[in-house]
């Protein structure tokens, strides 16, 4: 049985950010609260193909993710199935997850991502591409295309179902949108109501009580967080409490996040990428803070780590983590 039929009740997934969702991320995540699922951030399916996956730093795992789901993009349907063939081999994922929502402009020019929502036929080859490869199951993330016609998009979401996709992820808003406008969780509900399969929603799930409305309105059976996670890495913890008690647990200090974040990166992460892949993930989490722009270019400026810290922790010992929601202000 699929791993998502299996999965009692209600089901949290932390969303995939390219750059973001990386292992030590997902640990510090974890250290607060995991939630049901993770999903690797995005792995290009020729990439995985052509080069040494073993040495690649976006498919550094460890056992105890389980379940950790790989999300893969591209636009081949052979070189998906050769993908999945590969990481068969060398990795232990849980699942496959397709990428047919990720509407980043260079992700479009490839005719990836939300591009391949214009072809629902191909969609439906790599779909079962990637099942002939493997036996685990199979999920995809979509969006609601480049118009908001349920119609189309319900179409395009029984297309993959009926292809083999166990689980989609829906994430209500256009290509051309961005995060521009509320999401349309009245699609999640469409979904919901009319296709097989267990339906996630995705999009402005900034508070748990956010994630506690679109299950009641929307009907779906998992809810994905995605930035307000960034800002909150203990948010699963406080949406899991309030889903069973009413209750959301008080906040951690504000320098704690980022000093423990640091330590996982240098455990987990290869040399040449940490402070990027740190400092690409602090412009968010600052966004706690009134003055957290400000924050992110002095901590930027310094450039030896421990100085860097040591800066961080003075800055946000005069701080103080604010009540949800968790909303950023800035987008990059």
Known sequence: MSI????????????????????????????YGRPDFFFTEMLNVRAIVYQNPEKDSYLITTEKESPLIAQLTGKDPDLFYLAVKRLEEIKNFDGYDLNFGCARGAIQRYGWGVSLMREPSLCAEIVKAVKEATLKPVSAKIRSGFEHNPEKLLHFAQTIVEAGVELITLHPRTAQEGFK???????????????????????????????????????????????AALLRPWIFRDVKSFL?????????????????????IKNFLPENIQIKRFELWLFWYLQNFAFGLHYFREIKKEKDPNKKLAL?????????????????????
């Open 4 to 31: 998502y039929k299996k999965t009692v009740g209600k089901f949290l997934a932390l969303a995939p950010m390219a750059g973001l969702t990386h292992l030590a991320f997902r640990e510090l995540v974890s250290f």
């Open 181 to 227: 406008r509320p999401a349309r969780w009245e699609e999640i509900k469409i979904l919901a109501q009319n296709i097989p399969v267990p339906v996630c929603g995705n999009g402005d799930i900034f508070s748990p009580e956010a994630a506690r409305k679109m299950l009641e309105v929307t009907g779906c059976q998992g809810v994905m967080i995605g930035r």
């Open 244 to 264: 069973e008690d009413n209750q959301i647990p008080p906040s951690p200090s504000p320098w704690e996040a980022p000093l423990k974040h640091w330590d996982l």
């Open 312 to 332: 961080i922790k003075k800055i946000l010992e005069k701080e103080k983590i604010k009540s949800y929601p968790a909303r950023p202000y800035l987008l990059r």
